[in-house]
């Protein structure tokens, strides 16, 4: 089974940009899709975005035309390009693979905090 590890947090000021790293370790990164999900200090974890394994992407609404999710299967990673950054997108930012037989797994997550 595949293990997200999430990387490329960190302190940004608004209208900023970050991109976030889902490194897998493990083999079979190609099969599982791949979403981001967040969790702002007490609200409930929401999703970002997602893309499946043919490269199909799902955005949520607030992010959409802001964020990009990609991946290279060949390099066991995936990404969140997240631009003109508001401090709403404040949040701990979580990478999720899922897989129908393989099962559901969470990285630890990454703090992204945007302010000036």
């Known amino acids: 089974q595949v293990q997200p590890v999430e990387s490329g947090g960190g302190l940004v000021q608004p209208g900023g940009s970050l991109r976030l790293s889902c490194a897998a370790s493990?083999?079979?990164?190609?099969?599982?899709?791949m979403s981001w999900y967040r969790q702002a200090l007490g609200k409930q974890r929401e999703l970002v975005a997602s893309i499946g394994i043919s490269g199909a992407t799902n955005y949520a609404e607030s992010v959409e035309g802001r964020f990009a999710i990609s991946r290279d299967n060949a390099k066991n990673t995936g990404y969140l390009q997240m631009n003109t950054l508001k401090p709403e997108d404040t949040a701990v930012y979580y990478c999720?693979?899922?897989?129908?037989?393989?099962?559901?797994?969470w990285g630890q997550g990454t703090q992204v905090t945007v302010s000036s």
């Open positions: 999720k693979l899922s897989n129908p037989f393989f099962g559901t797994t």
């Open positions: 493990g083999s079979g990164f190609g099969r599982y899709v």
